[in-house]
């Protein structure tokens, strides 16, 4: 509750995320706050998020080494899980 990892996502889904983490001790079943910034199909939102996964992206020399982690959302803000499935909805569309 005390620090702060900057991070990138690379997928998103109603249930959750992938992100990699320039931050490496973190680990499966640790409950984590998580800041999504605004994208050009979503407002910024905030998420309680349970660790499910974690992968290494390359070889780990030390607490900082970028990691993939696997997200799954426990609390959303109100309205931010409507948001994902109404785009969800539309990027199945696009692809049928």
């Known amino acids: 509750n005390r620090s702060l990892w900057r991070g990138k996502a690379y997928e998103c889904s109603e249930s959750g995320s992938g992100v990699v983490v320039d931050y490496s001790v973190l680990l499966p079943g640790q409950v984590v706050n998580v800041h999504f910034a605004s994208t050009n199909w979503?407002?910024?939102?905030?998420?309680?998020?349970?660790?499910v996964s974690k992968k290494f992206t390359?070889?780990?020399?030390?607490?900082?080494?970028?990691?993939?982690?696997?997200?799954?959302?426990?609390?959303?803000?109100?309205?931010?899980?409507?948001?994902?499935?109404?785009?969800?909805?539309?990027?199945?569309?696009?692809?049928?």
């Open 42 to 51: 979503t407002p910024a939102f905030n998420a309680l998020c349970e660790v």
């Open 58 to 96: 390359e070889e780990i020399k030390e607490k900082n080494s970028p990691v993939r982690y696997g997200l799954k959302f426990v609390q959303l803000e109100e309205g931010t899980k409507s948001v994902l499935q109404e785009y969800l909805k539309t990027e199945l569309e696009k692809a049928a």
